[in-house]
């Protein structure tokens, strides 16, 4: 007589033959879980991108430019080597701040804005601009970029807005499509590039007059890329300023 395959049923007796299944795979599978749950977070570390938007408005005083990319020199008191610090600017979209604020470009402003911020790059989705009168004791601006020299630095264009938080993740070629899309609107251009302990550096980008580059590095966005060019300290950030023709695409 042919012997019969056991059949769980709900109300009936487990058979031996899927009880010796259970036994072992309940405990195998309750370990992969949780070793995937040890493995998995540094593989998606943008998944878990620690940049946060600070959603209260708040306000900030300080001098609005608009080179190379729009942004909020803020006065530093308790940073004496680094009196001002640098807020790239963007719009409320994925866009530059509206035209009512960058009206106001030259001019000491108190600027209404969303903080987003992945320590140490921050920057301000801009609501609204009103000018001031400059403040006592503000430095003169000319003096607080500084040339380091020249440099060969690898790394990744991405978009200020979205890496430091609003997407996830904000950078590589899965965010490609929005990050050019920010880009092209007027959102400055980040140069995200590693350092030999760990922690990632930004620099603005700007050509060798000074001036935005954000139509000419479309094509390059998202990629592994290598920019020689001059660095400026400007306030508490970098400026890298460099031909966008001389940008060279690095082997993924």
Known sequence: MAQRDDFYIGYAPVPPSVRRLLLWFIPVLVLCVLGLAL????????????????????????????????????????????????????????????????????SWVKLQGTLIRRPPYEMLAARSAETIDIPAGAERVEEQT???????????????????????????????????????????????????????????LSDLKGEAVNSRVLNMVADPIKITGEVMQYGDSFILKADPATYERLPA
């Open 39 to 106: 493995i998995a977070p540094p593989l998606h570390f943008d998944q878990a991108n620690p940049g946060q938007v600070i959603n209260k408005s708040q306000v900030f005083e300080g001098l609005l430019l608009a080179e190379p990319s729009p942004h909020l020199l803020v006065p530093n008191p308790e940073a004496p080597d680094q009196p001002f610090k640098v807020y790239p600017l963007s719009g409320t979209n994925k866009m530059l701040p509206r035209p009512t604020v960058m009206e106001n470009a030259g």
């Open 146 to 204: 500084v040339s380091l020299g020249e440099f060969a630095i690898a790394g990744e264009i991405v978009d200020g807005k979205c890496y430091p938080g609003i997407m996830k993740p904000g950078r590589t070629k899965t965010h490609r499509a929005c990050a050019i899309r920010c880009i092209s609107g007027g959102v400055p251009p980040v140069f995200r590039a590693g350092s030999k302990n760990g922690q990632s550096l930004y620099f603005l």
